[in-house]
């Protein structure tokens, strides 16, 4: 089929997190169908023109890129708060006025009037507000997260006043879903459980699970010397459910590990750290905060064992299933395995304590045998459930879903 793909970033490199999912579904959609791409840019991402130029190059190998338009909140220093504050005074809230702009909007138009396309893609919630332009085609509506969801989640952890703008935010949003985002054909979650979540609130167009895809030929066991005593965590540290488990490895979690060897090292790796993470490295000697690293694949291959407690947020964590791709023991806390299809204990860790992390990853620091089978059925498990060969039929049969859906809409 001829297939547009709306997004709300470029995706590309595919690198953790949002990027991942998109670039993996977006080349597995353009194996068998024409897709083209009109996308915002997001400076955080691609920072000049050299990177914005190397993206672009790189995605135009396989799919026909028409437009790259900067977000509005990006042009100005305060272009971002004072969308937010003119947000509050909308119906629409800011995770979807922020997608909004006259220059997307003319190019929308524009490309409207000239292809005509059998399904269009929007990547993101704040994208379905130019799905008036395409009447004619089928509506995916894909979800990294159920974000009203997490908006409340993250509320309810808050301190006022931000408690009541996350509350008014995520009721807004879980209202704008239910309103708009229930006329999409079909929508693609994560998870089953992101699925659940989405049909207590949106009822209606079909829910496709297409799960976060890892390409596990190229995350696979590297053969590095493994760092004997050495843990890790991979994430980007300036997101907020990343930032609050880091500082619970820090105050609570790291220092009852030391006390059972001083000579551990503990490796903090991602994009962006704080001040007082960046401190924390710098002061103590057992920690290393590195920052961004290109090539991310290193990190988790001399690693002993992957520790992951993220105790809020939503959708699934690409740094976990990376992780078990790549054949690492993992600890995690049970909020970050939530609609992952993994069994504690059979593929990896789970404790929802700082103790209780602490001792597991003891465990593991103190049997290679079960370290190694552990990060083996770990890797079985992700080559059955998220390669990209597996998740590119779940997108496919959700494309073919949402045209039988749009037949009714569109009579």
């Keep these: 089929m001829r297939l547009l ?48 130029n190397a993206s672009v190059e790189a995605l135009s190998e396989f799919v026909d890129v028409k437009g790259v338009h900067d977000l509005e909140v990006d042009r100005r220093l305060t272009g971002k708060l004072s969308t937010l504050v003119s947000s509050v005074f909308t119906r629409d809230p800011y995770t979807i006025r922020w997608n909004a702009t006259q220059e997307m909007e003319h190019a929308v138009r524009e490309l409207a009037a000239t292809e005509s396309y059998d399904a269009v893609h929007f990547d993101t919630v704040g994208m379905f507000q130019y799905r008036s332009h395409f009447p004619s085609s089928a509506w995916a509506l894909n979800y990294h997260n159920i974000e009203s969801q997490m908006i409340l989640q993250r509320a309810g952890h808050a301190a006022l006043p931000l408690r009541a703008y996350l509350t008014w935010e995520g009721v807004r949003l879980r209202d704008w879903e239910r309103r708009q985002g229930a006329e999409a054909d079909v929508h693609l979650v994560v998870s089953p459980l992101d699925g659940d979540r989405l049909r207590e609130h949106v009822n209606g167009a079909p829910v496709a699970v297409v799960e976060n895809a890892v390409d596990t030929e190229d995350f696979r066991p590297l053969g590095t010397p493994k760092r004997e005593g050495h843990v890790v965590f991979i994430g980007r540290i300036d997101g ?127 049997d290679e045998t079960l370290r190694e089978n552990l990060g083996r059925a770990a890797r079985e498990r992700v080559i059955a459930l998220y390669s990209t060969h597996a998740v590119k039929k779940h997108l496919l049969e959700a494309y073919d879903l949402a045209v039988d859906h749009s037949h009714t809409r569109i009579r």
């Design 5 to 52: 793909w709306l997004s709300h970033v470029l995706p590309h490199p595919p690198k953790g997190g949002v990027l991942q999912r998109s670039y993996h579904l977006l080349r597995a959609a353009a194996e068998e169908n024409d897709v083209d791409l009109l996308t915002f840019r997001q400076r955080a991402f691609h920072p000049d023109v050299e990177s914005l």
């Design 240 to 366: 907020y459910a990343n930032l609050s488990a880091v500082r619970w490895l820090r105050d609570e979690i790291w220092p009852m590990l030391l006390r059972g060897d001083r000579a551990r090292t503990l490796g903090i790796v991602g994009r962006n750290p704080p001040p007082d993470v960046v401190a924390w490295g710098a002061s103590d000697p057992t920690v290393e905060v590195t920052g961004f690293v290109d090539d991310v694949r290193g990190s988790f291959d001399e690693a002993t064992v992957f520790v992951c407690p993220i105790y809020e947020g939503g959708g699934t964590r690409l740094k976990l299933l990376d992780a078990m791709s790549m054949g690492l023991p993992i600890v995690s806390h049970s909020m970050a395995i939530e609609g992952l299809d993994v069994v504690a204990g059979e593929h990896l860790f789970v404790a929802d304590d700082a103790a209780g992390i602490a001792r597991a990853v003891e465990h593991l620091l103190g």
